[in-house]
Antibody
Framework: EVQLVESGGNLVQPGGSLRLSCAAS????????MDWVRQAPGKGLEWVGR??????????EYAASVRGRFTISRDDSKNSLYLQMNSLKIEDTAVYYCARAYYYGSGGSGSYPYYYMDVWGKGTTVTVSS | AIQMTQSPSSLSASVGDRITITCRASQDIRNDLGWYQQKPGKAPKLLIY???TLQSGVPSRFSGSGSDTDFTLTISSLQPEDFATYYC?????????FGGGTKVEIK
């Protein structure tokens, strides 16, 4: 069964750091783009960042709100994804989901690829508060 | 960043109703849009990708259409399990951006 399980959420003070983990099973995560998405209490979904697959040298993209503070990394030996969060702010309080961004082929006669988040974990809760 | 504007933000409907949710992008995103369903306390679920392609396992009462800046999600006959919040997501460029969500409630 294809599955993602997040862990590492906790209560942390403003300015602190936290590392979230996402363990993949049922597929090889290094073959896929992977995302982090968060949801603040009572709010909508916010994309946090994406790491490309091994074939694309694991380069990453980030939302402006976290760029320079958050870093996505991987450990292929553990089939896992991580989100290192530094300089945490109160507004980072949220449920954090990891998701697989599956390659659905290409559009425009092959000129651009389609990636969509097809498998999601259940999420882990991060609370930033003093 | 591309802004995704969803409407309505909420709607009340009855079982069996046909409903339509719209999503407007602040610039041309071709057809690089997905629709997600989220139930309370659960992770989102992919329904539609590339604006109109049904994800495997999703019931055929769900459909998507549109291109460039204007997109719609239609549920042809609302079922009890469809009461949820729906989000659009543009995958055209980074940063990826979600719409604000549409909560579908029971009338």
């Amino acid at each position: 069964e294809v599955q993602l399980v997040e862990s590492g959420g906790n209560l942390v003070q403003p300015g602190g750091s936290l590392r979230l983990s996402c363990a993949a099973s049922g597929f090889t995560s290094s073959d896929h783009y992977m995302d982090w998405v968060r949801q603040a209490p009572g709010k909508g979904l916010e994309w946090v960042g994406r790491t490309r697959n091994k074939a694309n040298t694991y380069t990453s993209e980030y939302a402006a709100s976290v760029r320079g503070r958050f870093t996505i990394s991987r450990d292929d030996s553990k089939n896992s994804l991580y989100l290192q969060m530094n300089s945490l702010k109160i507004e980072d309080t949220a449920v954090y989901y990891c998701a697989r961004a599956y390659y659905y082929g290409s559009g425009g006669s092959g000129s651009y690829p389609y990636y969509y988040m097809d498998v999601w974990g259940k999420g882990t809760t991060v609370t930033v508060s003093s | 960043a591309i802004q995704m504007t969803q409407s309505p933000s909420s709607l009340s409907a009855s079982v069996g109703d046909r409903i339509t949710i719209t999503c407007r992008a602040s610039q041309d995103i071709r057809n690089d849009l997905g629709w997600y369903q989220q139930k309370p306390g659960k992770a989102p679920k992919l329904l539609i990708y590339a604006a109109s392609t049904l994800q495997s396992g999703v019931p055929s009462r769900f459909s998507g259409s549109g291109s460039d800046t204007d997109f719609t999600l239609t549920i042809s006959s609302l079922q009890p399990e469809d009461f949820a919040t729906y989000y659009c997501l543009q995958e055209y460029n980074y940063p990826l951006t979600f719409g604000g969500g549409t909560k579908v409630e029971i009338k």
